[in-house]
């Protein structure tokens, strides 16, 4: 009852990192072995599959349900496909672990997978003798000074300041690439 | 950068990402492992575009797919669970629509200011009371301001314009558009104006349109901002989008000396405030997020 008027309201979803979502929906906290994702069956050892993506068993409520019952006749089973308890929001109205944690795509991609193939094509790089690892490291904390300095002090920096910026960037690069 | 880990908040490594190629042109070039990072790029585009069309489904599953056939292809012994996560971003999006509405930033944002009041504050005893108290000043402060209900137009760094500042092109706008005014009066100009809670930065590009059949975006860099009269006008210059760049994975532009004024009520609004970095000889701006207009949006799905 907000000023006399009623309000009804239900939880629908929860966005969380990777981790606590899984904490909070009953599933296993581990991602190096088993059944490591909250919303389809893929397991630890088929993920680098080529067919995993387009083979995908998406978790549903029923077989959620299934397997907590099983849990709760053998207690000593578990993790069944992953699954290691019921949810700590089970009595919520609306809430089921399987439909209202959806993924949050700030912790998958920023996070998570841009940084991990940023650091995956340097090394290649460095590995190619494009660009070797002591002037990417360099190169690097260079990069990430001048992009705190660009974030907090100029927060639309000008045109003619990135391109300074760039130039040293860019001249700093073209240095190390001819040693 | 050493235990494989790129230091920095979820902004700064995603600006990161974003500059990858403009930084290392060469190694985009040269590496054939680079397509990864295409890939990567344009499932992010489609992720983070708000508004999101059905259609564009579809191609955003076989983007997946590519994703893990290209890290099987060259890193397969990298493949992590980030990546699988990744792959279900087509079934995650048709379920429960555009990520950007429900993602954790804004919450880590806010998150962010009481974790560092609690890391310097230096209280042991009662940190949620201090923290409690600490935001309801800032509450005050930023209500007594009232910045955020006020729709007007406020401005930073006011100055007259002098004769010399404005070009012949400027000047015959300028006489086209206020006439008498403009010789009898002095006309201001501002490095900063916000308006409809939109902030308008001067030499910045926006996004004033959208191509109607291709989507291509049709960009406009802020010359001056000016008053006179009224209120506050864009003096902007019309660039010429000649081409996507997928090495880049930015638009090339060229200027065509098309100035014109518009006052920002008439902008639509797309995209905040871009720059331009030049690359070999050429001017890029490069957009995170795939444009479409809400319109036509509703109109063909």
């Known amino acids: 009852m907000i000023n006399g008027i009623q309000l009804k309201f239900t939880f629908s979803t929860l966005v969380a990192d990777n981790l606590a979502a899984h904490q909070i929906g009953g599933y296993r906290t581990s991602f190096s072995s088993g059944n490591f994702c909250r919303r389809c069956h893929v397991s630890f050892d088929n993920h680098r599959l080529p067919s995993s993506v387009s083979t995908i068993q998406w978790r549903t ?85 001048s992009l705190f300095y660009l974030q907090h002090e100029f927060k639309n920096a000008s045109k003619i300041l990135i391109l300074v910026f760039l130039i040293a960037v860019i001249g700093h690069h073209q240095f190390s690439l001819n040693i | 950068m050493n235990n494989d880990r790129v230091p920095g908040s979820a902004a700064q490594k995603l600006l990161f990402f974003r500059l990858f190629p403009i930084i290392f042109p ?195 860099q802020v010359i001056r901002i000016v008053h006179a009269q009224k209120g506050w006008l864009l003096l902007m210059d019309r660039l010429k989008t000649v081409s996507y760049s997928d090495l880049l994975c930015a638009w090339k532009i060229e200027t065509n000396e098309d100035l014109f004024l518009i006052e920002p009520q008439q902008l639509k609004y797309y995209h905040k405030g871009l720059d331009i970095y030049h690359v070999n000889g050429f001017s890029y701006v490069s957009l995170i997020s795939k444009l479409t207009d809400w319109v036509t949006n509703t109109s063909k799905d």
Not at chain 1, 98 to 116: I, K, N, Q, R, V
Not at chain 2, 60 to 71: E, G, I, P, R, S
Not at chain 2, 172 to 194: P, Q, V
């Open chain 2, 26 to 220: 060469d190694i985009i070039e040269l590496l054939p492992s680079a397509c990864v990072y295409l890939i990567l790029r344009e499932i992010l585009q489609m992720v983070l575009s708000y508004p999101f069309r059905k259609s564009w489904i579809p191609h955003l599953h076989d983007l997946c797919n590519d994703l893990q056939q290209a890290m099987i292809a060259h890193f397969p012994s990298k493949i992590t669970p980030k990546i699988h996560f990744i792959t279900e971003y087509s079934k995650i999006i048709e379920d429960y629509g555009p990520c950007r509405r429900y993602w954790c930033m804004r919450y880590e944002g806010r998150h962010a200011y009481f974790k560092q009041v609690a890391i310097r504050s230096n209280n042991y005893k009662n940190v949620a009371q201090s923290l409690a108290t600490r935001y309801q000043l800032k509450q005050c402060i930023i209500s007594t301001k009232s910045k955020l209900y006020n729709s007007e137009q406020r401005v930073v760094g006011v100055k007259k314009l002098k004769e010399f500042q404005i070009t012949d092109r400027a000047k015959d706008i300028f006489k086209g558009y206020f006439g008498l005014y403009y010789i009898e009066n002095k006309i201001f100009e501002c490095k900063l104006l916000w308006s409809n809670h939109v902030e308008y930065h001067q030499s910045c590009i926006y996004v004033v349109g959208l191509d109607e059949i291709d989507e291509r975006p049709y960009f406009a």
């Open chain 1, 61 to 145: 409520a029923l077989d959620h349900d299934r397997c907590l019952n099983q849990i709760q006749s053998d207690p000593l089973q578990r993790p069944v496909l992953g699954i290691t308890g019921p949810s700590v929001l089970e009595t919520l109205i609306g809430f089921h672990p399987t439909t209202a944690l959806p993924a949050d795509c700030m912790h998958d991609f920023f996070e998570g997978s841009c940084p991990h193939v940023i650091m995956l094509l340097l090394k290649e790089a460095s590995a190619a003798r494009l660009i070797t690892y002591g002037k990417q490291l360099k190169l690097f904390s260079f990069f990430k000074n």
